[in-house]
């Protein structure tokens, strides 16, 4: 998929299929990469609360992680799905 197409998808789509396609690939370095901006795209989304409790906090983290398609959060991880998607699809 080219990159103005992907430009056009949800946050969420993206999201869904940056998940599916690291899955797949057993690619856990990626789903690492996102784990570790997700505290820097709460502060960006005005989170900034939680921001700092992610870094401490690996429950917290990982339950981000999780929920990393919605909302503010993933308009902030938008690039790093569209990167991820370019790559591998």
Known sequence: MERNELERLSSKEL?????DTAR???DAGFLWSVARAI????AAS???ERS???VVSLT???SDLVHSGEGDVAEALRPL???YLEQHS
């Open 60 to 62: 917290s983290l990982l």
């Open 81 to 83: 799905y569209i990167d």
């Open 39 to 42: 505290p820097v795209a709460e």
């Open 15 to 19: 999201h869904d299929r940056a998940m």
């Open 52 to 54: 700092g409790a992610d």
């Open 24 to 26: 797949h690939r057993l």
């Open 46 to 48: 005005g989170h900034l």
